[in-house]
């Protein structure tokens, strides 16, 4: 168990658990699984702010981007031109919301309690969000990177002139 944990590119999924009657966050990372003693929200605000931008500023760009949208994927930070985008399962204010990282996705199907992840480590999960929720989910979370490469090589574009 931790008491802290920074979201990065290893990250893979934050899934809310239990310790001891109080709200934890379940990691799962490339090279370990832990458990971490803050909510998975507060993770997810903490990494924005310390890698360079606020929680709310990141929700903004993606409202901007798909207008009037809940439950919108956010990019968490980027490297080298590489955006590190997270989307909620359910309402990112859900005790129950899981946040997934776009990178960790490598199939999505269709499951009797839900929908079964296979994430890039080849590990299997079973997440409560029907199929068709999350492959939405997905999909809005691939536009966002689509525009934020594009935006990106207006930028590089436009610094040559």
């Given amino acids: ?55 709310e500023m990141a929700r903004k760009n993606a409202k901007n981007f798909f207008s009037n949208q809940h439950k919108l994927p956010i990019v968490i930070s980027h490297q080298y031109g590489m955006p590190c985008i997270f989307f909620p399962t359910l309402s990112p204010s859900s005790p129950h919301n899981s946040w997934v990282g776009l990178h960790a996705v490598k199939r999505i199907d269709p499951s009797p309690e839900g929908c079964a992840l296979t994430l890039t480590t080849n590990q299997q999960l079973t997440l409560d969000i029907s199929y068709t929720t999350m492959l939405k989910q997905y999909a809005n979370a691939t536009l966002l990177y689509r525009h934020f490469k594009k935006e990106q090589q207006v930028l590089v574009h436009e610094a040559f002139f």
């Fill in 1 to 55: 168990m931790k008491s802290n944990y920074l979201i990065s590119f290893d990250t893979l999924l934050i899934t809310p658990t239990l310790v001891e009657g109080k709200l934890a966050s379940q990691i799962i990372d490339k090279n370990l699984e832990c458990v971490v003693l803050r909510k998975p929200l507060y993770l997810i605000r903490k990494s924005c702010l310390t890698l360079g931008l606020s929680y």
